[in-house]
């Protein structure tokens, strides 16, 4: 099993950053595939990037590429999620997750973090 735990949400003016964090413990964490997904209010859980285990591979939605860069760490058992150029639409609860298969689609993710609000004022 693993943990999944978010940090470094907040409230940003649109055009700034923000840089989440998710500190994973429990099984090996290389071992994994890494997604960050987000959740805005009344609407559907969607995905935002994934990485493959070692890092090599990316997938970002339409929405944030090149605004967004999903990397990891797997010494620090941690993947990140830099946000720039944020806009109010992107304001949501924002969730990493773990996978077994590299898939973009949340029902193949079975370790969730708890979330953390981004909220980004125009």
């Known amino acids: 099993q693993v943990q999944l735990v978010e940090s470094g949400g907040g409230l940003v003016q649109a055009g700034g950053s923000l840089r989440l964090s998710c500190a994973a413990s429990?099984?090996?964490?290389?071992?994994?595939?890494m997604g960050w997904f987000r959740q805005a209010p009344g609407k559907e859980r969607e995905p935002v990037a994934t990485?493959?285990?070692?890092?090599?591979?990316?997938y970002y939605v339409d929405s944030v590429k090149g605004r967004f860069t999903i990397s990891r760490d797997n010494t620090k058992n941690t993947a990140y999620l830099q946000m720039n150029s944020l806009k109010p639409e992107d304001t949501a609860v924002y969730y990493c997750?773990?996978?077994?298969?590299?898939?973009?689609?949340?029902?193949?993710?079975?370790?969730w973090g708890q979330g953390t609000q981004v909220t980004v004022s125009s």
């Open positions: 990485i493959s285990r070692t890092g090599g591979s990316t």
């Open positions: 429990g099984r090996t964490f290389s071992g994994y595939y």
């Open positions: 997750a773990a996978s077994l298969v590299q898939c973009s689609g949340y029902w193949c993710y079975d370790y």
